[in-house]
């Protein structure tokens, strides 16, 4: 009896061993992959000088960018996701992209959506835009003396290289810039290169940058607000190659049976920054007060109806606060005032609030 | 039950036929391109059979391979023969395989089939907007079939174990078609986002990476281990319960 006992116990064995043999794989796979240092140390400057010498690259690599900026999670799937939304569905929730880029003329983004996908490619001066969920193709002939320069548009600012350029253009003295212990990014040895602004009244409490230590290509940018210790925004590399990708990547033609639009350069770069409310004129000028991080964007009115038809979503978005509608977000306060303007800054409301009670 | 899962994509075909153009982004993924290209169909019935139909087949058959047997009263029987219950575990799980294999590829090729008769085909549109020749279009076609092949697989053994703990074969269907249903709902709720990569159900629906230029394998690679691990706690679940079970049927 004791002996069968025994050996039916024995039976259950490998019913144990396999989770066992598999957390123990999942948790091994978890752990950072080197904890050491292989990088020579660098100072600030030197890993900016290393940003700034790294040439226009070629490579294909695979982008994962989350936010969790507090805005509700709009449904990825339904009626509900036209392309009017769109940019803003792209704040909410995590993504995944492709990216191939070979020199400055020759780019392609592929957002990857569960059974969709939405496609920006340049060639030259083509510029395609795809959306496959409804089978939607826009095409932009960018002016040719415009070619060189970097591509304008919602899709443009999405690759780490493009974000850590935009970021550190703006460092000024309001900014403490210091080189954190390296990481790895995409499975590659990365400096961190940490933006800290001086200012306590940001809600921005920290900006890392990771730079390639070995061609000076940022790789992942995180952002991290003040009272959370998970980043509010990232975006890196999860998977990156460098080399040239094939180039029939970038030669897009619409596929049969696609709605094809044709977009004029100038009114397509108003159709696609209606995300913040545009400045066309004199009188629209926005007003800044303040510099550097805590510095607060003041709207004339005029420009919130404007925005607000844009998306209903927007609207559902706000909470009513005194003297307007506040839109809140982990790194981003817009406030919209209730005779039509809108401040904005990445600053508490208290603050917006008092920017806007001085005009 | 083949006839059944054959049955989707040939509703799914007459249905477009017989109805007017279908405004693009509506319904099921996939559902507009079907006037435009037929072998659509098979892709569509794929997408509208995966959440439902295809773990219905799939715990019917998975549910069914020992309590079947148990329910029957043929069981102690087939363990009279000198092959062993382990052996019998075994083939048991093969035949289960087996219909995973069939079933996607059934409802790929009746849609493939269905779709080039009722409407016209040609060059494929993938999801990034480049077009493929009808005949890659058939291998990713048979790709996305394989992919749901191995999807189900760790569902189908997940259902042989349930199979082992009764004598009841209809329990065991049940239970099996239950869990994969609680797992895609426990997939869909943001708040348990930590559990989701363990989720059986987690890459189900995410065939469509095989429908992109150049096709994304992390998925599929993702899939696989993952469906490997289900195989092997189940089956190692299932194997030491049918050992020691007392076979009294």
Redesign the interface.
């Known amino acids: 009896m004791t002996r069968a006992g025994n050996r039916a116990w024995l039976r259950w064995l490998p019913a144990a061993a396999v989770p066992a043999v598999i957390a123990a794989g999942a948790l091994a796979g978890s752990l950072p992959a080197s904890a050491g240092d292989p990088l020579p140390p660098k100072t600030p400057e030197q890993v900016l000088q290393l940003i700034a010498q790294h040439r226009e690259p070629a490579l294909s690599g695979t982008l994962e960018q989350s936010s969790e900026l507090g805005l509700p999670e709009l449904p990825k799937t339904g009626p509900g996701t036209d392309s009017s939304n769109a940019w803003l569905e792209l704040l909410t929730g995590p993504h995944t992209a492709r990216v191939y880029l070979d020199g400055p003329d020759n780019a392609r983004v592929q957002v990857m959506d569960r059974l969709a996908e939405r496609n920006a490619v340049r060639h030259g001066n083509e510029l395609w835009f795809y959306n496959s969920k409804d089978n939607t193709a826009s095409h932009v002939q960018l002016p040719a003396d415009g070619a060189g320069k970097r591509v304008e548009g919602k899709d443009s600012a999405v690759t780490p290289d493009q974000l850590a350029s935009m970021l550190l253009a703006k460092i000024d003295s309001s900014t403490e810039v210091t080189v954190g212990a390296d990481v790895q990014v995409a499975g590659r040895a990365a400096y961190n290169l940490v933006l800290t602004p001086k200012s306590v009244a940001t809600l921005v409490s920290s900006v890392s940058v990771a730079v390639d230590g070995q061609t000076g290509l940022p790789l992942g940018v995180q952002v991290k607000a003040r009272g959370q210790a998970d980043p509010v925004f990232g975006v890196a590399y999860t998977n990156l190659s460098l080399g040239a990708p094939d180039a029939s990547l970038f030669t897009f033609s619409p596929p049969p049976g696609a709605t094809v639009k044709e977009v004029p350069a100038p009114e397509y770069k108003a159709g696609t920054e209606h995300a913040t409310p545009p400045a066309k004129d004199s009188t629209h000028k926005p007003a800044v007060t303040g510099s550097g991080w805590d510095s607060v964007i003041a709207f004339p009115a005029g420009t919130a109806t404007s925005a607000s038809e844009t998306s209903a979503l927007l609207q559902q978005a706000t909470v009513p606060v005194q003297g307007g509608r506040l839109l809140s977000t982990a790194l981003v306060n817009v406030l919209v005032l209730d005779d039509g303007r809108v401040v904005a800054g990445s600053v508490p409301v208290e603050r917006l609030q008092a920017a806007a009670a001085e005009k | 039950m083949l006839c059944a899962l054959a049955a989707i994509p040939i509703l799914i075909a007459v249905a477009v036929r017989l109805s007017s153009a279908v405004p693009?982004?509506?319904g099921p993924?996939?559902l507009?391109?079907i006037t435009?290209n037929g072998l659509f169909v098979g892709v569509t019935a794929m997408?509208v059979s995966v959440p439902l139909f295809l773990p219905l087949t799939v715990g019917v058959v998975a549910g069914d391979t020992i309590a079947g047997e148990a329910g029957q009263g043929t069981l102690r029987y087939l363990l009279v023969a000198p092959a062993g219950r382990i052996r019998l575990l075994l083939v048991k799980y093969a035949g289960a395989a087996v219909f995973v294999v069939v079933g996607p590829l059934v409802v790929a090729l009746t849609g493939a089939g269905i779709g080039a008769a009722l409407f016209r085909v040609?060059?494929v549109?993938l999801?990034?907007?480049?077009?493929i020749g009808t005949g890659e279009a058939m291998v990713r076609l048979l790709l996305i079939a394989a992919y749901l092949a191995v999807s189900l697989l760790g569902l189908s053994a997940i259902g042989l174990f349930i199979s082992t703990l009764t004598d009841v074969p209809v329990g065991a269907m049940a239970a099996t078609v239950v869990l994969s249903v609680v797992a895609q709902v426990l997939d869909a709720l943001?708040q348990l986002e930590w559990l989701h990569p363990w989720l059986f159900s987690h890459y189900w629906?995410?065939f469509?990476?095989l429908l992109?230029?150049?096709v994304?394998w992390?998925s599929f690679a993702a899939n696989v281990l993952l469906q490997g691990?289900y195989i092997?706690?189940f089956?190692?679940?299932a194997?030491?319960r049918f050992?020691?079970k007392d076979v009294l049927s």
Do not use: E, N
């Open positions: 693009a982004g509506r993924a996939f507009d391109r435009q997408v040609g060059p549109t999801l990034s907007g480049d077009t943001p629906l995410d469509g990476d992109r230029q150049p994304s992390d691990g092997a706690v089956g190692a679940l194997y030491g050992i020691t």
